[in-house]
């Protein structure tokens, strides 16, 4: 069995924060895709090794280069 370690998060808000918080916790590689990397309540995952990518979600390029690598979205 297959274990993941690269994990591409999609809204860090309400829900989303809980399984980021999570993921950073087993010491998985977390990147968070947002519209703007200056909010407040990102910026706690950022100070744990978290990657903020900043993404168009209108441009299918930008979802994808932010997506590479990643093992589950």
């Known amino acids: 069995m297959s274990t993941f370690t690269k994990f591409a998060v999609i809204g860090a808000g309400c829900v989303g924060s809980g399984i980021v918080d999570g993921l950073l916790n087993a010491n998985a590689s977390v990147t968070i895709l947002t519209r703007d990397m200056a909010k407040a309540e990102l910026q706690p ?3 744990r090794d978290a990657t903020l990518v900043q993404v168009n979600y209108e441009d299918e390029s930008s979802l ?4 590479v690598g990643k093992e589950v979205v």
């Open 64 to 67: 994808k280069e932010a997506l």
């Open 45 to 47: 995952f950022k100070n």
